[in-house]
């Protein structure tokens, strides 16, 4: 069974705010000696569908942006053994040991939670944002609509769904500073592709509908 290791840049590229890599002031600080988690990925699914697995390596040498290193810990699926030597560079490292200086940000982006319809997962955009006031720990208040819903998709719980904040960051960051706006408040794309406040919503009909 052939593997290869992921290059983390990309996967972070593809979904900026819920696929974590080590900031470069993190990756600067690494030394001989220190632990850091690669990606191991099959070249063909297994069966079940497994493609592979984070695994943690010691760095034995460091020459500029590349590693020498030895594996750290025991595959599950993998066929390779605890001591293998690797080859690897800065564009493969997924996490460290290190504090990162913008946890809190990642905390929020992974730990704070959104109610979406499905219609906005399957086509990638939404078009309509509401914040009701929180429920619980965790939950932002927030909703996304696509604005094709029609108003039997909408009665249907069924078609809705709760993800993190970074899943919706993922297909519009534009909205970040909309994000911080106290409830209630209710936000529409106009013609342009930009959110405008709907200032006359009806609010009583929705809290009591």
Same mark, same amino acid.
């Given at each position: 069974?052939?593997? &290869? ?24 600080q690494?030394?001989?000696g ?7 990925t099959?070249e063909?699914s297994s069966?079940?569908?497994?493609? +592979?697995?984070?695994? *943690? $390596? ?5 020459? +500029?942006?590349? @590693?020498? +290193?030895?594996l ?8 390779? /053994?605890?001591? !293998?030597?690797?080859s690897? #560079?800065?564009?493969? $490292?997924?996490?460290t040991? &290190? ?5 809190d940000? *990642?905390?929020? &982006? !992974?730990? !704070? @939670?959104?109610? $979406?319809s499905?219609?906005?997962?399957e086509?990638e955009? @939404?078009? @309509?944002?509401?914040?009701d006031?929180?429920?619980?720990? #965790?939950?932002s208040g *927030?909703?996304?609509?696509? +604005?094709?819903e ?13 993800v ?8 519009d ?5 909309i ?7 209710a936000y ?5 592709? !930009?959110f /405008?406040?709907?200032?006359? &919503? ?6 009591? #509908?």
């Amino acid at each position: 069974m052939n593997w &290869y290791l992921d290059d983390v840049r990309e996967l972070h590229e593809a979904a900026p705010y819920t696929f974590y890599i080590p900031s470069e002031e993190v990756l600067r600080q690494l030394k001989v000696g220190d632990l850091v988690k690669l990606i191991f990925t099959n070249e063909h699914s297994s069966p079940d569908g497994y493609r +592979g697995e984070r695994m *943690w $390596v010691k760095i034995t040498e460091i020459n +500029g942006d590349q @590693f020498e +290193g030895v594996l750290d810990n025991e595959p599950y699926y993998l066929p390779i /053994q605890v001591g !293998t030597e690797l080859s690897f #560079g800065m564009e493969h $490292v997924c996490q460290t040991e &290190y504090e990162e200086p913008d946890g809190d940000k *990642w905390d929020y &982006y !992974t730990d !704070t @939670f959104v109610i $979406v319809s499905a219609d906005v997962l399957e086509r990638e955009e @939404f078009h @309509f944002m509401l914040r009701d006031e929180p429920n619980g720990e #965790g939950d932002s208040g *927030w909703s996304f609509l696509s +604005g094709y819903e029609d108003d039997a998709y909408l009665s249907d719980t069924d078609n809705f769904l709760v993800v993190s904040i970074g899943v919706v960051l993922n297909i519009d960051d534009s909205i970040l500073p909309i994000l911080q706006q106290p409830p209630l408040c209710a936000y529409e794309r106009d013609e342009e592709g !930009t959110f /405008q406040e709907i200032q006359d &919503y009806d609010w009583e009909g929705y809290l009591n #509908g």
